[in-house]
């Protein structure tokens, strides 16, 4: 019998490419989605819609499921909400929550400090608490920036010119992974639920610098450095506005975290589930392919 997910947040920038694995993977998928909602999805899933703020609403809607799969915006969308997906997943006996983390490494002390991730260590602990007292237990998928994404948006690495913006030089090489990378990654927890029961899951496509993806680039243009410490300085500034700007203060503490020393960007390989799950990392050419998208 198909093991049964749901999916809470299946559009976005991650929701897509995981919901793609997920089918591929040929589980039994159930998309939740707001009730008001005319978002079209894979003709192969299941649509559940429900009200976020109802308890009841989301434990209809999570009935007989085994797994549950966040791909909502963790700080834009409310932690109530996420707090009230978990809840109700424990309430219906689901045996394993993979929350909304698909980036950096949030379990990182220094990481954790920066105010961007407060709502991700907000719903780790409350995981962590709910696993004690129920019988859901949960994986945190890390697997630093998104690859493809992040090239397509200049975020890791913008050469739309005029200049190219190295952080801390450039030379800071950190762990990467692809949105489908993320998806396979995903599955792979669901795959192997004893072995990611109640951890940090770690996985990666790369380890790379901006100055080798520059390189892989082929770009030929001038650069000019930028220090992760004074984005995570004007972070803060920006945070003490009255109306604070979250494109602005978020942005700079997430490149801190990707490019600043002593924030867990590379992973350990001795910790990468990586041969476990079959995710291989990206050839050159490969990782050349993503800079012609």
């Not at 198909?2 to 040929?26: D, F, M």
């Not at 990666?204 to 243009?221: M, P």
Request: glycine content about 10%; overall charge negative; hydrophobic content about 40%.
């Amino acid at each position: 019998m198909s093991t049964k997910v749901a999916i809470v947040g299946a559009s976005g920038n991650v929701g897509p490419a995981v919901l793609e694995q997920l089918l591929v993977a040929g589980f039994d998928v159930t998309v939740l989605t707001r009730s008001d909602s005319d978002k079209k999805f894979d003709s192969r899933a299941q649509i559940a819609k429900v009200d976020y703020e109802s308890f009841d609403s989301l434990k209809d809607a999570l009935a007989n499921q085994d797994v549950v799969v966040s791909t909502l915006n963790v700080g834009a969308v409310p932690l109530a909400i996420h707090s009230r997906i978990i809840d109700a997943a424990a309430a219906t006996g689901v045996k394993r929550f993979i929350p909304s983390e698909y980036g950096c490494d949030t379990t990182n002390a220094q990481a954790a400090k920066l105010p961007v991730f407060g709502d991700k260590v907000k719903v780790q602990e409350h995981l962590k608490n709910t696993s004690q007292t129920s019988g859901l237990s949960y994986s945190l998928l890390i697997t630093g920036p998104f690859l493809d994404w992040g090239i397509e948006k200049g975020f890791i690495l913008d050469t739309s010119g005029p200049v190219v913006t190295l952080y801390d030089g450039g030379e800071q090489r950190f762990s990467t992974t692809t949105l489908n990378g993320v998806g396979k990654g995903v599955v792979g927890i669901i795959n192997n639920l004893d072995s990611t029961k109640n951890i940090p899951v770690y996985v990666e496509e790369a380890r790379v610098s901006q100055k080798d993806l520059l390189r892989l680039s082929g770009s030929k243009i001038d650069t000019q450095i930028v220090q992760t410490v004074d984005l995570e300085k004007g972070a803060f500034e920006e945070l003490g506005k009255p109306s604070p700007n979250p494109a602005v203060f978020a942005t700079k503490f997430i490149l801190r975290s990707i490019f600043g020393e002593g924030f867990g960007s590379l992973f350990d390989p001795k910790k990468l589930s990586n041969d476990l799950f079959g995710l291989k990392p990206l050839s050159e050419e490969e990782l050349r392919g993503l800079f012609a998208n």
